[in-house]
């Protein structure tokens, strides 16, 4: 199995494109541009059959509506960040003043369900960026997507419009740091990092007291 990053899009978004040796098809984690992730699709000749999100802040989404366009790609979020793949106030565009197309989703998804896109993941529901967080786990490949939910020595912000910082910090400490045993991280920006250096050395996760 493969995993691909790609930084892409106005904010610098780390875009995942997964596949397996056995077809040319591919999952996309966070498509943050179109063209980019297009690109080197064409260059392995991978065809995009499902798109997954970790939540719907538009830098997130930036690329879903062209990838949708071109594959018919099974679109998967929770269902509390729904609205946000066609709401521009609900994920953050306008802010920018960016222009982000609509686009609806296929799949809503919930705590503890599984997508089989070739691969299977299973949702953990991780809200406090946004309502509508999640991570994505591979459990055969001791990987998860953490999105904006937790970075190496960082965590997402939860200063917005409809963050929680005490969901965020309780989703952190018990949905991802109560997982036994270790998992390299992915996270939606920066470097990749691993769930037990993160137990050890994330400041923000270990200063945290709540308000």
Not at 59 to 77: P, R, T
Request: with cysteine; charged share 20%; proline share 5%.
């Amino acid at each position: 199995m493969h995993i691909h990053g790609i930084q892409c899009g106005p904010l610098d978004v780390n875009s995942y494109i997964l596949w397996k040796e056995e077809n040319n098809d591919c999952v996309v984690i966070d498509p943050a541009e179109t063209d980019p992730i297009l690109a080197f699709m064409k260059a392995k000749n991978l065809k995009c059959t499902d798109i997954l999100l970790t939540h719907g802040h538009f830098d997130h989404i930036a690329g879903v509506a062209g990838l949708k366009e071109i594959f018919d790609a099974c679109i998967h979020i929770h269902k509390n960040d729904a609205h946000m793949l066609y709401n521009s106030n609900a994920n953050l565009s306008f802010l920018l003043g960016l222009q982000v197309r609509p686009v609806q989703a296929d799949v809503l998804l919930e705590d503890g369900d599984e997508v089989n896109a070739g691969l299977t993941f299973k949702i953990i529901y991780t809200p406090g960026h946004t309502p509508g967080g999640i991570c994505y786990l591979l459990d055969n490949e001791k990987a998860i997507f953490t999105g904006d939910t937790l970075f190496r020595l960082g965590v997402g912000r939860a200063d917005f419009p409809n963050s929680n910082a005490d969901d965020l910090y309780a989703s952190i400490k018990v949905k991802l740091f109560g997982l036994p045993g270790d998992y390299t991280l992915y996270p939606g920006h920066m470097r990749t990092t691993t769930l037990d250096f993160e137990r050890s050395h994330n400041p923000f996760v270990r200063s945290y007291r709540g308000k």
